[in-house]
């Protein structure tokens, strides 16, 4: 009989764990407190599963180390993902770099790592509620409402707490601090953002390409491009995602956070002058909102003419100097006041969980208690949209399956 390896939570890098240890010969149960195996899985890419991007770069990922995600993710690269999902019958398909199965549905890449699970086999237990798990002996022991498992390795594959509907509870959190882990504190990413300003319920529903800057402390932090929505309570869309992390730290460490939006991203600062003063000509003897119809949003147009403090009626040739630059300045410099990020149940993913100082970038074991392992979202590392998350997901867990047998 192989080593025998307990593996915690049955998401996307539970099971990838689970098979890599499995299809090197160990004696593999996959414990899962919810009632279903990759039940998050099926909700990402909006159901159709956006496996990973074939645009890796280092900064993409956040972590407490600088490297250790990277180091992961050459250990088990996206091509090896590839190649591992063709294996299960699943076929990727390249979007402009972004890889979903060929059939567009989440559900298809879950059923294919259930007949894998089934095919090694591995011994899958669902509605498993986990109480407690020590090291004892030179062993674990994992005592649950299903009864105590024993193995001679432990992989923590519990998730995080975003998105709780799916099963994400935090609980990974708790085992790992009791083998004396450090947890960095969990917080919501890729999540909206929530602003302080009244206005906003003036523009529920507005999407505009933009350009957002977020700012802690008057100093930027991050920025992204795209498609930005405006809610009744603040900024939403992928721009707004790919920055809120660092919202979430820094209101968590009360800072300042603001952000800065540019509703014109395509055009430079002295292109986007060069084509106010032109379209003051062109549209000369007009009112205002005659003048900003058809540049944005006009629900966007009316607020940003309210904060600039120029009425719609007024003739835009009548502006002064400064009441123009006022003007250009909220279209290209339009700051908010973000007040908190939205809690666990919009978010996407984690940042924080399982400090990676404590955990060996090789084979993803804890140096604090020998034969414990971790992947994915329980540990401290998060990615951007874009398959990034899952990717991790994947290089983590076969790193943590595969190492689990060399330790």
Request: one cysteine or more; glycine letters at 12%; hydrophobic letters at 40%.
């Given at each position: 009989?192989?080593?025998?390896?307990?593996?915690?939570?049955?998401?996307?890098?539970?099971?990838?764990?689970?098979?890599?240890?499995?299809r090197?010969?160990?004696?593999?149960?996959?414990?899962?407190?919810?009632?279903?195996?990759?039940?998050?899985?099926?909700?990402?890419?909006?159901?159709?599963?956006?496996?990973?991007?074939?645009?890796?770069?280092?900064?993409?990922?956040?972590?407490?180390?600088?490297?250790?995600?990277?180091e992961?993710?050459?250990?088990?690269?996206?091509?090896?993902?590839?190649?591992?999902?063709?294996?299960?019958?699943?076929?990727?398909?390249?979007?402009?770099?972004?890889?979903?199965?060929?059939?567009?549905?989440?559900?298809?890449?879950?059923?294919?790592?259930?007949?894998?699970?089934?095919?090694?086999?591995?011994?899958?237990?669902?509605?498993?509620?986990?109480?407690?798990?020590?090291?004892?002996?030179?062993a674990?022991a994992v005592?649950?409402?299903?009864?105590?498992?024993?193995?001679?390795?432990?992989?923590?594959?519990?998730?995080?707490?975003?998105?709780?509907?799916?099963?994400?509870?935090?609980?990974?959190?708790?085992?790992?601090?009791?083998?004396?882990?450090?947890i960095?504190?969990?917080?919501?990413a890729?999540?909206?953002?929530?602003?302080?300003?009244?206005?906003?319920?003036?523009?529920?529903?507005?999407?505009s390409?933009?350009?957002?800057?977020?700012?802690?402390?008057?100093?930027?932090?991050?920025?992204?491009?795209?498609?930005?929505?405006?809610?009744?309570?603040?900024?939403?869309?992928?721009?707004?995602?790919?920055?809120?992390?660092?919202?979430?730290?820094?209101?968590?460490?009360?800072?300042?956070?603001?952000?800065?939006?540019?509703?014109?991203?395509?055009?430079s600062?002295?292109?986007?002058?060069?084509?106010?003063?032109?379209?003051?000509?062109?549209?000369?003897?007009?009112?205002c909102?005659?003048?900003?119809?058809g540049l944005?949003n006009?629900?966007?147009?009316?607020?940003?003419?309210?904060?600039?403090?120029i009425?719609?009626?007024?003739?835009?040739?009548?502006?002064?100097?400064?009441?123009?630059?006022r003007?250009?300045?909220?279209?290209?410099a339009?700051?908010?006041?973000?007040?908190a990020?939205?809690?666990?149940?919009?978010?996407?993913?984690?940042?924080?969980?399982?400090?990676?100082?404590?955990?060996?970038?090789?084979?993803?074991?804890?140096?604090?208690?020998?034969?414990?392992?971790f992947?994915?979202?329980?540990?401290?590392?998060?990615?951007?949209?874009?398959?990034?998350?899952?990717?991790?997901?994947?290089?983590?867990?076969?790193?943590?399956?595969?190492?689990?047998?060399?330790?």
């Amino acid at each position: 009989m192989g080593k025998t390896i307990l593996v915690i939570g049955a998401g996307a890098s539970g099971m990838t764990a689970a098979i890599h240890a499995a299809r090197a010969g160990a004696d593999v149960t996959l414990l899962e407190h919810g009632d279903r195996a990759g039940r998050k899985l099926l909700s990402t890419g909006n159901g159709r599963c956006n496996l990973t991007n074939l645009d890796q770069r280092p900064e993409y990922y956040r972590c407490g180390v600088d490297g250790f995600a990277t180091e992961v993710l050459e250990r088990f690269t996206v091509r090896d993902t590839l190649d591992f999902f063709r294996g299960l019958g699943i076929f990727p398909k390249d979007r402009n770099g972004y890889v979903y199965p060929n059939s567009d549905q989440a559900s298809s890449v879950v059923e294919a790592f259930l007949q894998e699970l089934r095919r090694l086999p591995v011994k899958l237990q669902v509605q498993c509620g986990i109480e407690r798990a020590v090291r004892e002996r030179g062993a674990f022991a994992v005592f649950s409402d299903k009864g105590v498992y024993r193995g001679q390795a432990l992989i923590l594959a519990a998730g995080s707490k975003a998105a709780p509907i799916t099963g994400s509870d935090g609980s990974g959190y708790e085992l790992a601090a009791s083998f004396g882990h450090r947890i960095v504190p969990p917080l919501p990413a890729l999540v909206q953002l929530r602003c302080g300003e009244k206005h906003y319920k003036k523009l529920a529903g507005v999407r505009s390409d933009g350009e957002i800057g977020l700012y802690v402390d008057g100093k930027l932090a991050a920025s992204d491009r795209g498609e930005l929505q405006l809610t009744d309570y603040g900024l939403s869309g992928i721009p707004t995602f790919q920055v809120s992390r660092y919202a979430a730290v820094a209101l968590h460490r009360r800072r300042k956070v603001t952000a800065r939006i540019n509703f014109l991203p395509a055009l430079s600062e002295g292109q986007a002058r060069s084509m106010f003063r032109e379209r003051f000509e062109i549209m000369a003897g007009r009112s205002c909102g005659q003048f900003m119809n058809g540049l944005l949003n006009s629900k966007l147009s009316d607020v940003l003419l309210e904060l600039a403090r120029i009425p719609r009626e007024k003739a835009a040739q009548a502006l002064s100097e400064g009441e123009r630059e006022r003007l250009f300045q909220m279209i290209i410099a339009y700051e908010t006041r973000v007040v908190a990020v939205n809690p666990f149940e919009n978010a996407q993913v984690c940042c924080g969980g399982v400090d990676v100082k404590q955990v060996r970038r090789e084979t993803l074991e804890s140096k604090l208690v020998k034969g414990l392992y971790f992947c994915g979202e329980i540990l401290d590392v998060d990615g951007i949209c874009g398959g990034y998350n899952l990717q991790w997901a994947f290089s983590s867990g076969a790193v943590a399956g595969s190492g689990c047998l060399r330790g």
